[in-house]
């Protein structure tokens, strides 16, 4: 009479078959990836740093799109929305969502808060409960789903919030695996590199440092105009306009050409905007 199976072997012959074992495999794959992560992100000491590092290493990870990082203070528990880091997602976006109050209204925030745990989300099959002038702007700004988590920390007294959007194929079901072991590791990087001040700081330095002839060259070049363009508009030769743009690239500092200053001004303005509202957009 065959003697019946061990339970270890039973458990090994689960193990060993082909579905299991890709699993196991996807796991510690993951695994590997996230200690990977870990170790790159103590090394984080720049907000820039800190950008190109979720689109060099997070996304090796959680392939997306655009990624929205939220952070504020701890009030009696519970964070407030003090500011955005945006890496490639669409600012604009967040002004279509504010209430009257010109706090931003966002289900999957309020959904984290009511459960904390990971929040998926694709507009192509929303519950009936999504606000519909929420949806409408979450499809016009083409972010088309969502993968959330977020970290309440007490001992610093803040929290902080990750919204993933546009992720190839669509959410599924290993996403909360993947946020659980990344946020904590996103936290205390965006945590060690919050600055107290606005990097739109640096460009209202640069535009006021400009003379009156670089702040009307500047306004010109941002209605689309030409070098020829300008100095007809200026009474300047061509030669003259080239030399105060080469002026006006030095004093905004990291900029070299006129589409990274049309594109700097553009972001300053959006930056603004929303600050306008008590909101620090990084």
Known sequence: MDQPEKPRDTIQKLLDTPLISAAIRDVQATQSKVERLRH?????????????????SVRQILPHGA???GFGRLNSGFPSVDGIVSIDYPVEFLDEIRNNAGGLETPLLRSWLNTQEPQLFDDIAPSRETPSRWLRAFRKYNLQNAAS???LDSARCIGTYYSFHRIPGGTHEGLPFVLEQIVPILHDALCRVLPSSSPN??????VESLSPREQDILAELRKGRSN??????VCLSENTVKHHLMNIFKKFGNIENRVQLVNAMAEYDRRASASEHGLRIL
């Open 228 to 233: 020829r363009e300008i100095a007809a508009t």
């Open 149 to 151: 988590h977020a970290a």
């Open 201 to 206: 700081d640096a460009i209202q330095k640069a």
């Open 67 to 69: 990624l929205c990082c």
């Open 40 to 56: 790159e992100g103590a090394q984080i000491r720049s907000m820039n740093e800190f950008k190109q590092w979720t689109r060099d």
